[in-house]
């Protein structure tokens, strides 16, 4: 097994708790406890939860299923996957376009997980502090999104078992805890149930067709399909591991983070600051919550943990954004991971600076617009967000499942989930098969139909 002896020499996960840990904590990131509350806020609440956890079992999970496969079947890097796997030139932009999704999506991620480290401080020592004054001061900004790309680069510096797996199982069981004692705090204040109904009873008249595409965008973006992160974290697997099993842990460790990041937003919103629009934007965490905070008792201290929480699951996602280009550069041009991480590093963080630029009015990054096929993006920060983190990704998903379903025998890739997963077979191997070949492909060429508004205004699908 010449493959498999590679994969030796580039790291390899030492357990599949290590393996689940890696792989949920790059799928629990800010798009759990930053943007699902937002979304579900704008969407109608409960019933968005409803179709959101309907697309993360259909849509989500089988994707998942298919990336680890190709990842671990070829022990490589998202380009080395598919070329291994007989992929011609065509195929291999799925893996370049992953390369390139990673690499721009951690600069502009780095800045939102820079004002988290400013706000731990500004929590911590009682400091109130206007959003959009602290977003407009480029020393303070920069500087903290360096900060993130630093730390960053310290993990994956460690390799897969020594930095990537280790601080795995650390930060994510800090997560749960964290998640679990501010959720605990929000649901026991006064007319906090009313939050929680707003949240979790689906008023059915709510579903959408907007509703149901931006579900799904979100079950992509938590899930991290489309990232090639499940590639190269499936390349560092031995073939015993149950691929099937570890995936519907990550998949219900991803879910559960999400819905308890509502948890922890709407029923402290509905309890403390009654009549305030729940459809607050990205804004809502950074703006309404430190004021949510501030009339709890021991407010300081429950934001500043809040905070934390949310560094932590930005840098649980990043380390394996910064992973993805550093594994291609250290199986395809044969670089150390000292090169390569310093080298990926700091791009990243001169290609943050003009999204860490863009929020000041009048700046010339705030003013770029982007125009395409008819989805107008104004700002460098959302013109990187839409071509990167929503438009790219939608096609790779597309692109993948159209490779292993059609362009390659979908019984070989069936084949390697069944490999120490024994349960595979029959009515779930046959359903995975007709949902990669047939459900996949046509969802999500509808949302991307939609991103580029066939059916009226586009709607960003995620």
Do not use: H
């Not at 990537?164 to 007319?191: H, N, Q, S, W, Y």
């Not at 579900?215 to 899930?223: D, E």
């Not at 595979?424 to 007709?434: E, N």
């Amino acid at each position: 097994m010449a493959m498999n002896s590679d994969t030796q020499g580039r790291g390899q996960f030492g357990s599949s708790l290590g393996f689940i840990m890696a792989a949920a904590g790059s799928a629990v990131g800010l798009g759990n406890i930053w943007r699902f509350p937002y979304l579900t806020g704008e969407n109608g609440g409960g019933a968005f939860v409803f179709v959101y956890a309907i697309r993360v079992l259909l849509i989500g999970l089988p994707l998942l299923l298919n990336e680890i496969a190709l990842g671990r079947k070829s022990g490589k890097n998202p380009i080395g996957a598919i070329k291994a796997t007989g992929g011609n030139g065509f195929w291999q932009i799925a893996g370049v376009l992953c390369i390139l999704v990673c690499f721009c999506v951690l600069s502009y991620y780095s800045v939102i997980a820079g004002w988290t480290i400013g706000y731990i401080f500004t929590e911590l020592v009682n400091i109130p502090i206007d959003f959009e004054e602290f977003q407009d001061t480029p020393q303070y900004v920069v500087p903290l999104c360096f900060l993130f790309i630093f730390l960053t680069i310290a993990v994956v510096l460690g390799g897969v078992s020594g930095g990537i797996e280790k601080a795995a199982k650390f930060l994510m069981p800090i997560l749960f805890v964290i998640i679990i004692f501010i959720a605990g705090r929000a649901v026991t204040l006064d007319g906090a149930m009313e939050g929680v109904r707003y949240y979790l009873y689906p008023d059915f008249t709510k579903i959408t067709s907007k509703v149901v595409l931006q579900a799904l965008g979100q079950a992509f973006f938590s899930m991290s399909v489309g990232w090639g992160l499940m590639i190269t974290f499936g390349s560092y697997l031995p073939k015993k591991s149950n691929i099937v099993q570890s995936s519907g842990w990550i998949a219900g460790m991803d879910s559960m983070v999400a819905l308890m990041g509502g948890l922890m937003v709407f029923p402290a919103l509905f309890a403390l600051l009654p009549g305030k629009d729940p459809a607050g934007g990205p804004a809502l965490v950074f703006e309404v919550l430190p004021k949510v905070f501030d009339a709890m008792p021991g407010g300081n201290f429950i934001g500043a943990l809040f905070f934390l929480l949310l560094l932590v699951a930005a840098l649980t996602s990043s380390i394996s954004m910064l992973e993805v280009p550093v594994s291609y550069f250290i199986d395809e041009k044969k670089w150390s991971r000292k090169k390569a991480t310093w080298s990926i590093g700091i791009a990243a963080m001169a290609l943050s600076v003009p999204s860490a630029l863009s929020s000041i009015e009048g700046n010339y990054f705030n003013d770029l617009t982007l125009n395409f096929l008819g989805n107008t993006q104004v700002g460098f920060f959302a013109i990187m967000d839409f071509v990167f983190g929503t438009f790219a990704v939608v096609v790779i998903c597309l692109m993948l499942s159209l490779y292993t379903g059609w362009a390659k025998k979908i019984g070989d890739f069936a084949n390697e989930l069944a490999q120490g997963a024994p349960g595979f077979k029959g009515p779930l191997r046959s359903a995975w098969i007709f949902f990669i070949k047939w459900v996949c492909p046509i969802v999500i060429a509808l949302v991307l139909l939609d991103l580029v508004g066939v059916f009226g205004t586009p709607q960003e699908g995620g």
